[in-house]
Structures are given as structure tokens and as C-alpha cells.
């Protein structure tokens, strides 16, 4: 590990979960919170289940489901290897890299015999090198798996929305799905040129700009659907805040337990009884979407992924 990667101890005191993230509808999570959201992706090995390129081949399942969505080489999967401390997931500077819907299990077995208690996707990127049949397997996915929990957007720290990021926003509001965004690359906002302390202040005064500029994009006040959670995180594949947590990371972890239902290590989400075969089983939301999300039926519209 390069000592480059991991940040001072000066840096380090500056960075607080309330400067790594913007939270205008959620609570800050407590460092406790943290702590066991790490202990739930680190206690188990993930486990790669199986990969599909095609809606109709996705398996059956009463778990419930993250997405991962982003453009092409926003840094996807290298945040979900940090996610689970593991080369799970195929990076490369080349765009369109991942070209198929990987499903990954976390969290160990459960008491039904699951390899894990949630499934993460790996998504293909959009925009750049992405093919036009894979978004449409993508969107498939999105509007029809009924145990999806919440697709969680990165969006480039340095760059901001594009307009296939915009397109995407656009088409999850209309179908109704819950989202969140996640900024990538945050060290070029944050760590240039190792900062001094003063330089850090100001760099972070930069990123809370970046904070409400996005939030004014991914909430934009029209009656298209239910708007992005009032959360953003900010992430860096690249710095750590000491030997094995990455800037960020922790409150991804926690984010994504808050949206499966899983943060409260008293609840157990037990897998429900399907009645149908033909149908899937649902799950019940967790405070801050049930607050967000309407009903699918009468909602879903013509939505695209963008190419």
C-alpha cells in the first residue's frame, strides 16, 4: 500500500462523517453506526452468484437488492471492491468494462440457507462504450425486480452531471425507483497537491458547494416522480483515512444497510413465503423511502437508460 494513499493525521481530523457527506433529510450516522456497517461487509467473504446480461435469465429471489449505476470509468467498481474488500468486480480504464448484471452476495449465510442477507448489482455503465441493449436489460431490471431497494447513482466528484447522468436521474424518478447519488473521485476536490491544513478547509468549503449544486439537480422540484433521497455521499477509491477504511466508504456501507432494512443488527429480514411462483416476493421499506416512494402501478413510464 502506497503511503501516498493514506491521509495524515492533520488531514484526518478535518474530515468528519458531516464533511464527507450532506444530509438534509437523513440523520448523520453515528460512529458506532460505522463501525457496524464495516463489521458487516468485512465478517464475510462476498460471493459472486452468478452474472446475466439478460432480464429475463435473473434468478428468482426473496433477498433483498442494491444496484450500482454509474458512466462508464465513474469508478463503480472500484468503489464496490473497496465495499467489500475484494477484486470482486472487473476494473479497467477501458469504458465499458463491465458489460453484464453481477450479482454478489455480502453479510454470510443466512438461517434459510442464502448465501448472503443482501445482493449487490454491479451494473454496466452507461454513456461511453456502453452498448444500447444493455441499458435496456438495465432499465428492465430497475422497473421489474420488486425486491431492488435502492439504486445507487455515482456521479464524478470533479466533472458533475452529464447529461446521460440527467437522463438517468430523469428515468429513475418516473419509474418510481428509490435512489441515491454517490459522488466519486472526491480526492481531486479534497487531497490536490496535498493540502495544508487552510488549503483543506477551503477545499472542503469547495466540496459543500458541490454538495448543493447537486442536490438542486437530483431534486428539482417537478411532478415527474418521487425525487433522489436527501442524502449524498462523497468517495475516493484512492485515500484512505488509515490502513483499511477508504474516504467514505464506511457511510456507503451504512447507506446501503439503511436501505435494505439491515441497520438495526437486532432486525432479521427474513426472506418472504412466495404464494405465486410467477411472482417475486416484496419486502417492506424502510422509513426514509416509504416516505419517498408512491405506487409503481400508473407510474411507470416509457423510461430509457441513456446510451
Avoid at 450500482?68 to 467489500?84: D, E, P, Q
Avoid at 435502492?150 to 447529461?163: M, N
Wanted: proline letters at 5%; one cysteine or more; glycine letters at 8%.
Amino acid at each position: 500500500m502506497s503511503q501516498k494513499s493514506v491521509l495524515n493525521p492533520l488531514v484526518r481530523k478535518n474530515l468528519l462523517p458531516s464533511t464527507l457527506a450532506y444530509h438534509w433529510e437523513t440523520p448523520v450516522p453515528t460512529e458506532r453506526q460505522l463501525r457496524r456497517a464495516d463489521d458487516f461487509f468485512l465478517s464475510y467473504q462476498p460471493q459472486l452468484l452468478y452474472s446475466t446480461t439478460e432480464f429475463r435469465t435473473v434468478k428468482q429471489g426473496t433477498l433483498p437488492e442494491v444496484a450500482f449505476l454509474g458512466r462508464s470509468n465513474v469508478g463503480k467498481s472500484s468503489l464496490l471492491n473497496a465495499l467489500m474488500r475484494a477484486k470482486i468486480c472487473h476494473t479497467s480504464k477501458q469504458p465499458g468494462r463491465t458489460r453484464s448484471m453481477n450479482f454478489i452476495a455480502v453479510g454470510g449465510p443466512d438461517e434459510e440457507g442464502n448465501a448472503g442477507r443482501m445482493l449487490v448489482l454491479d451494473m454496466p455503465g452507461y454513456g461511453k462504450g456502453s452498448r444500447p441493449e444493455w441499458g435496456v436489460e438495465v432499465m428492465k431490471y430497475l422497473v421489474g425486480r420488486r425486491q431492488l431497494r435502492r439504486a445507487f447513482v455515482l456521479i464524478d466528484a470533479l466533472h458533475g452531471l452529464k447529461r446521460t447522468d440527467v437522463a438517468i436521474l430523469r428515468s429513475l424518478r418516473e419509474s418510481a425507483i428509490s435512489h441515491q447519488v454517490i459522488l466519486s473521485k472526491v480526492d481531486r476536490i479534497l487531497f490536490l497537491r496535498n493540502p495544508s491544513e487552510e488549503k483543506l478547509q477551503r477545499n472542503v468549503a469547495e466540496l459543500r458547494r458541490i454538495f448543493e449544486g447537486v442536490r438542486n439537480k437530483i431534486q428539482p422540484g417537478k411532478s415527474d416522480g418521487p425525487e433522489a433521497l436527501g442524502e449524498i455521499i462523497a468517495f475516493s477509491a484512492d485515500k484512505k483515512l488509515d490502513r483499511d477504511r477508504k474516504v467514505g466508504l464506511d457511510q456507503v456501507r451504512w447507506a446501503i444497510l439503511e436501505a435494505t432494512g439491515l441497520s438495526d443488527k437486532t432486525q432479521r429480514l427474513s426472506p418472504l413465503k412466495i404464494v405465486d411462483k410467477d411472482k417475486e416476493p416484496t419486502f417492506e421499506r424502510g422509513a426514509a423511502d416509504e416516505t419517498r416512494m408512491i405506487k409503481r402501478a400508473g407510474v411507470v413510464r416509457r423510461s430509457r437508460f441513456p446510451e
